[in-house]
């Protein structure tokens, strides 16, 4: 069966969990998340495979053994795909993203050194805002208060240096066309409007090294 989009069960699922996360809704309601959030996806995923790699699900249980909260379900259904892209579905509707989340110490240092060289580190810049430039929004994920060590404060792409991540997003409220097959045009179209960035990080920065 191919991808038809989520019904709307699908986000009602997750606003239920939400208010009351708990294993007698989980089991209560695991036929709607198999069938109505699951399943879906994977029809995404597979359809997307042949351009943007192998997809995975993520698992719908928390990890709470350092939490202080122990609700014990993810109120969202992510999924990766292996040559970039991730997919965020949950009650607020849907969210898409390409790039490097949260970088490995040999790929961050990889990802500085290219930042800090005036051809490649210019060449990010005008790729951020080419991206931009097309309603997608650039984020620096937890940046550093000031340059890191070993860079002058004062550096031209300073802001850019303090990252230890860097990736695209896009996100809207839950809409009729979430329901159709169009939503798998919606997320594509910002999957290719996103590769020049996912382009810069595979060749500048590349997988961690570090397994």
């Keep these: 069966m191919g991808f038809t989009g989520w019904p709307e069960r699908a986000f009602t699922f997750y606003e239920g969990l939400e208010a009351d996360n708990s294993k007698a809704y989980w089991s209560a309601h695991r036929a709607v998340y198999d069938a109505d959030v699951v399943a879906p996806m994977e029809a995404l995923l597979s359809e997307l495979a042949d351009e943007f790699g192998d997809g995975k699900l993520f698992r719908p249980y928390r990890d709470i053994r350092f939490s202080a909260d122990k609700s014990p379900y993810k ?3 992510g999924a990766t795909l292996s040559r970039g892209g991730y997919i965020h579905l949950s ?4 969210g898409v993203a390409v790039g490097y989340h949260m970088m490995a110490p040999d790929q961050l240092a990889r990802y500085r050194q290219a930042v800090a060289e005036d051809v490649t ?7 951020i805002a080419e991206v931009e ?5 650039v984020v620096g994920e937890d940046p550093l208060k000031t340059a890191p060590r070993g860079y002058s404060k004062d550096h031209p792409r300073a802001d850019l240096l303090r990252n230890k ?3 695209t997003w896009q996100e809207w409220p839950v809409e009729p066309w979430m329901h ?10 910002h999957f290719h409007d996103s590769q020049p960035l996912q382009a810069w990080l595979d060749d500048r920065v590349g997988h961690s090294e570090r397994g």
Excluded: F, P, V, Y
């Design 75 to 77: 109120t969202a259904m």
């Design 91 to 94: 009650a607020d509707g849907l």
């Design 121 to 127: 580190g210019e060449e990010l810049r005008r790729i």
């Design 133 to 137: 430039a097309r309603g997608i929004d």
């Design 165 to 167: 991540g860097l990736i």
């Design 180 to 189: 159709t097959a169009k939503a798998k045009a919606r997320i594509a179209k």
